[in-house]
């Protein structure tokens, strides 16, 4: 199986230096797959919006204003940019917020393109079923990838993020299932391995002891291993998983050496 099942690309875009990042890899994916690009350019207006001493609230409607317009010009330089590419497209603009705008816009995507230093992955992919690819700034994942490593504690989240990275494992060269530890009653990893090898993808295990905290033992592992794409569950904030979330999701998040990661809730 190749990149064809992410036929359907959603990429938050913005007047960020990095926005170039995101389109670029969408656009190879989309290509690959003989996909489409969905381009989302919001101005949320919550973002303009003041409290006055009374406990009152107001937006400040000259910010606004400038935003959308510098917004609005940002939405048709992509336009104009995307129109002399190979790939089909469309652009569209929100005032919703980001998340809400993204997951509204993602119930029909087949993936989510964003950047990772953009403060919307984490909660983006606990708020939708889309698969969310998280980008390191300035740096667009290339095509197809050749090295990945799979974080695996035998939960569902990470059965959730192993079956949606199957279209991006296919190509390639080394796939490793990194086992930090094992969680108790969950899904063994012979049966992950039996999953994937269905797909043609062969993959090999990497059980570590854990040395510091689970985030530093698997990040170890992933720069050992070269991964241009670390797929991992996105853990939520229920009591068990707090610390899951708050270390080794919130890690990879904001380590600047991470590779590009691909996020399932």
């Known amino acids: 199986m190749g990149d064809k099942d992410m ?3 959603l990429v938050n875009a ?4 990095d926005n170039d990042t995101r389109i670029e890899t969408a656009l190879n994916l989309a290509r690959r797959s003989g996909g489409h690009v969905t ?3 919001d101005t949320p207006v ?4 003041a409290m006055d001493p009374m406990g009152g609230s ?3 409607a000259d910010a606004l204003e400038r935003a959308r317009e510098e917004d609005d010009a940002a939405a048709k330089a992509i336009e104009a940019r995307l129109a002399r590419d190979d790939v089909p497209f469309d652009v569209f603009r929100s005032e919703d917020d980001p998340i809400n705008a993204l997951a509204r816009a993602a119930r029909l995507a087949d993936l989510i393109v964003v950047s990772r230093s953009g403060g919307l992955a984490g909660e983006l992919a606990l708020t939708c079923r889309t698969p969310v690819l998280a980008l390191p700034d300035g740096k667009p994942l290339e095509l197809p990838v050749r090295r990945a490593c799979v974080a695996w504690d035998g939960g569902e989240q990470a059965a959730a993020a192993l079956r949606a990275a199957v279209p991006l494992l296919g190509s390639c060269q080394l796939v490793k299932l990194i086992s930090v530890a094992e969680k108790p009653g969950g899904f063994p ?4 391995l039996r999953y994937l090898s269905r797909h043609g993808i062969h993959a090999e295990l990497e059980e570590h002891e854990q040395r510091g905290s689970t985030e530093e033992t698997l990040a170890a592992a992933v720069a050992e291993n070269d991964a241009e794409l670390l797929v991992m569950g996105a853990y939520g904030k229920s009591r068990v998983r707090e610390f899951l979330f708050g270390g080794v999701t919130a890690y990879f998040l904001n380590e600047a ?5 691909l996020l399932v809730h």
């Not at 913005?14 to 230096?17: G, P």
């Not at 990893?189 to 992950?192: L, P, V, W």
């Not at 050496?257 to 990661?261: E, G, R, V």
């Open 46 to 49: 919550s973002r303009y919006v």
């Open 7 to 9: 036929r359907s690309i």
């Open 257 to 261: 050496k991470a590779p590009a990661l």
């Open 39 to 41: 381009v989302l350019v």
């Open 14 to 17: 913005d007047r960020r230096a």
């Open 58 to 60: 107001y937006v400040i």
């Open 189 to 192: 990893t012979t049966d992950a």
